[in-house]
């Protein structure tokens, strides 16, 4: 996973929960949803980079 990419969804995340944090303490439901689905899209993310990753490190063991 490049060092970008990771930086990227962890600041998402990061982001997601501050919203989520704000909304509950705020009663903005709103806003806790759209934090939620921040952490939800920054973690799907972050699944698929990882799954590329393991692609990309079964490729290379094969060219071993």
């Known amino acids: 996973m490049g060092l ?4 990227s969804n962890k600041g998402e995340d990061v982001k997601g929960k501050a919203k989520e ?3 509950k303490a ?3 439901h709103r806003l806790e949803g759209e934090g939620k689905d921040d952490q939800r899209s920054a973690s799907v993310k972050d699944a698929g980079e ?3 990753d393991a692609g ?7 060219k071993k």
Do not use: R, S
């Open 4 to 7: 970008d990419d990771k930086a």
């Open 21 to 23: 944090a704000t909304g």
């Open 26 to 28: 705020t009663g903005n």
């Open 50 to 52: 990882k799954a590329k």
């Open 56 to 62: 990309k490190n079964v490729k290379d063991a094969f």
